[in-house]
T-cell receptor, first 122, second 107 residues
Framework: EVQLLESGGGLVQPGGSLRLSCAAS????????MSWVRQAPGKGLEWVSGISANGASTYYADSVKGRFTISRDNSRNTLYMQMNSLTAGDTAVYYC???????????????WGQGTLATVSS | EIVLTQSPGTLSLSPGERATLSCRASQSVSSSYLAWYQQKPGQAPRLLIYGASSRATGIPDRFSGSGSGTDFTLIISRLEPEDFAVYYCHQYSPPWTFGQGTKVEIK
């Protein structure tokens, strides 16, 4: 059974940083692209970033480009999101999700974690 | 960027009724790269449909998807109590976008 367990959320001041992690199990992590999708409180889903299976290709939404960095450690079966220069607009539940293929574009999301809440507030 | 507009915003129906949800794209969606997800309160989204019309593993056949180009539809043929939730369409050609969601509530 696929399991995705996010961690690292919390309360941070505007301008601060957070590093999210997603521990994966139940599948061959190194064979699949992975993505982050966020959901602001009471709002819809917003794609944030994606990374290919081997980590060579990364993609970002314009809203986070230059501030967020996605990475993965296939030896640890873990996905990361380094979030810098955070603003109130980044407050959301961040979901880690498994893509169906080893690439991002054209590869829908088959499994999702339960999410971790990042709150940006002074 | 492809903008997805879902309608209606809220659908009030009774168990056993048929639900028809619409997702309209601002431009043609490549290769029917269109998925539907279900989300219940406090839970992560769950994949229902991919490729516009293919059911994901374990999804009951009362859920069906159709459409191409710019117009897509999700139909729930007979609503079960567990189907009351929010439904999102998602196009997965670059850059990814989601619709704003349709809430299916109990009438």
């Amino acid at each position: 059974e696929v399991q995705l367990l996010e961690s690292g959320g919390g309360l941070v001041q505007p301008g601060g940083s957070l590093r999210l992690s997603c521990a994966a199990s139940g599948f061959t992590f190194s064979s699949y692209a992975m993505s982050w999708v966020r959901q602001a409180p009471g709002k819809g889903l917003e794609w944030v970033s994606g990374i290919s299976a081997n980590g060579a290709s990364t993609y970002y939404a314009d809203s986070v480009k230059g501030r967020f960095t996605i990475s993965r450690d296939n030896s640890r079966n873990t996905l990361y999101m380094q979030m810098n220069s955070l603003t109130a607009g980044d407050t959301a539940v961040y979901y880690c999700a498994k893509n169906v293929y080893d690439y991002v574009w054209g590869s829908y999301l088959v499994s999702w974690g339960q999410g971790t809440l990042a709150t940006v507030s002074s | 960027e492809i903008v997805l507009t879902q309608s209606p915003g809220t659908l009030s129906l009774s168990p056993g009724e048929r639900a028809t949800l619409s997702c309209r794209a601002s431009q043609s969606v490549s290769s029917s790269y269109l998925a539907w997800y279900q989300q219940k309160p406090g839970q992560a989204p769950r994949l229902l449909i991919y490729g516009a019309s293919s059911r994901a593993t374990g999804i009951p056949d009362r859920f069906s998807g159709s459409g191409s180009g710019t117009d897509f539809t999700l139909i729930i043929s007979r609503l079960e109590p567990e189907d009351f939730a929010v439904y999102y369409c998602h196009q997965y050609s670059p850059p990814w976008t989601f619709g704003q969601g349709t809430k299916v509530e109990i009438k």
